[in-house]
Nanobody
Framework: QVQLVESGGGLVQAGGSLRLSCAASGSIFSISFMGWFRQAPGKQRELVAGIFSGGSTNSADSVKGRFTISRDNAKNMVYLQMNSLKPEDTAVYYC??????????????WGQGTQVTVSS
């Protein structure tokens, strides 16, 4: 079984910074993708940023220049450094990963979510 555990959410004032961390554990053969999604009340879950095993990244236009995703392949961890936070960044942030537990199949996993609240 695989688990994703997030940490680092909280309450911050507009303009502040937070760093989210996500650790993958369990039966892991390889991880092809790790990323962060967010869901605000009344809105659909959206991709914030993702990073592939080779290091290539993508991110939502709304966070470009403010958020940076990084990954530690040796520790099976992904991080999201969030700077210049805005009230509209308020949401539950979910860690996501595509993981192979053996060579045959990959599965999509989600963390439990961590709340990020940005006050104006």
């Amino acid at each position: 079984q695989v688990q994703l555990v997030e940490s680092g959410g909280g309450l911050v004032q507009a303009g502040g910074s937070l760093r989210l961390s996500c650790a993958a554990s369990g039966s892991i053969f390889s991880i092809s993708f790790m990323g962060w999604f967010r869901q605000a009340p009344g809105k659909q879950r959206e991709l914030v940023a993702g990073i592939f095993s080779g290091g290539s990244t993508n991110s939502a236009d709304s966070v470009k220049g403010r958020f940076t995703i990084s990954r530690d392949n040796a520790k099976n961890m992904v991080y999201l450094q969030m700077n210049s936070l805005k009230p509209e960044d308020t949401a539950v942030y979910y860690c996501n990963a595509i993981i192979r537990s053996d060579w045959r199949t990959s599965q999509n996993y989600w963390g439990q979510g961590t709340q990020v609240t940005v006050s104006s």
